[in-house]
């Protein structure tokens, strides 16, 4: 499956990646896609431009980017374990979305 948007346009969300060497990072965007394809095409984030490529793993949205930004450095100051937990808690039949509903489409 792959994730082809992410809606409304604009919302605020927290995302993490997983990069090729299995390291995690996290994020905050107001469009998730055009980020990640930031990201892949090397124009990231310094930490993901070696270990590319990168997939999206878990997001969840936010209400502003205040709320957004708390979210993030909350979430970077947890464990790799704890990182990995919050990911397996995303219930089954939403692979990569936690908390707040995103409307998304995916394609097979």
Not at 29 to 49: C, E, F
Not at 65 to 80: F, G, V
Request: aromatic share 6%.
């Amino acid at each position: 499956m792959t994730l082809t948007s992410i809606s409304p346009a604009g919302q605020w969300a927290v995302y993490i990646l997983e990069c090729r060497d299995g390291s995690l990072y996290t994020g905050i965007s107001n469009d998730v896609m055009r980020r990640l394809d930031q990201h892949n095409a090397g124009i990231g984030a310094k930490y993901t431009k070696s270990r590319l490529p990168v997939h999206i793993v878990w997001v969840e949205a936010s209400e502003n980017r205040r709320e957004a930004s708390i979210r993030e450095a909350n979430i970077k100051q947890l464990s790799r374990a704890e990182k990995l937990r919050l990911i397996a808690s995303v219930p089954q039949g939403m692979p990569i979305f936690a908390g707040h509903p995103i409307d998304i489409t995916l394609q097979n």
